[in-house]
């Protein structure tokens, strides 16, 4: 059925989350068992509260997390997606995910609205530099200040350009395809709501359930999402 939409539909968003890196070794953050977010505080983390008060910890954590991005790439449905979007049968991705893997894979124009951890920039002056840095242990900018990963922290509003223009593309899809994301983080999970709301369909390709569920016109629920991308691509 997905194959026949992608074929049919004009304007297809492919809406991707942390289950789609997971193939690619990178932990998500609410797995059942694996999640960072099952064993650790986001709050004491990721947080602007934890950059603040409790600077040693957020630095340990977004070491972690960069070492472990720099030790992984893209898998095979991260090139399937930049296949199809070559192919004009998905116009935009936009994704919750820092880590880059899209465009490595070839994908174009993606949408980072949670921002990129491929970068650390200064909170002083805005310098951006390599987020390499972090690993070599270097956490202050030629100005002075401090820097910090280039990713949306708790407590901070999305980049607006980024959401403004997820949210023009959710009014105008008619196809929306969320892939790997349990939807439960605000405001990136009401674009799946405003992509139904303007009619377009909605698929939800999540190892697990989520809130929007019963929003969705096809649920693949329990398959892992380089699979279900493989089985698609190979009927198109
Ligand atoms: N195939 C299909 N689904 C998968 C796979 C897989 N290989 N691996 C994981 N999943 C599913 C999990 O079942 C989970 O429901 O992906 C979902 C990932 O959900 P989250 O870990 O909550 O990730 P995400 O939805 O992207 O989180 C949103 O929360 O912490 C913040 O900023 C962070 O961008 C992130 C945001």
Known sequence: MLEKWLKESSYTIVFTGAGMSTESGLPDFRSA???LWRTKNPQQLAS??????????????YQYRIRTLLKCKPHVGHMILADWQKRGLIHQIITQNVDGFHQQAGSTNVIELHGTLR????????????????????FTCTCGGFLRPS??????????????QAWT??????????????????????????AKRSGGKLVIVNMEP???DDWA???????????VLQEIDELL
Not at 49 to 61: L, P, S, T
Not at 119 to 138: G, I, N, P
Not at 172 to 183: F, N
């Open 33 to 35: 068992k694996s999640g």
């Open 48 to 61: 602007t509260y934890a950059m603040q008060h409790n600077r040693d910890e957020f630095i340990a954590f």
């Open 119 to 138: 970068t650390v920039h200064c909170s002083r002056c805005r310098r951006t530099y390599d987020a390499k840095r972090y690993v070599d242990e270097q």
């Open 151 to 164: 990713v949306v922290l708790f407590g901070e509003s999305l980049p607006y350009d980024a959401f403004e």
């Open 169 to 194: 593309a959710a009014e105008r899809a008619d196809l929306w395809i969320v892939l790997g994301s349990s939807l439960q983080v605000s405001p990136a999970n009401e674009l799946p709501v405003i």
């Open 210 to 212: 989520t809130p929007l």
């Open 217 to 227: 016109d096809l649920l693949i629920h329990g398959r892992k999402i380089g699979e």
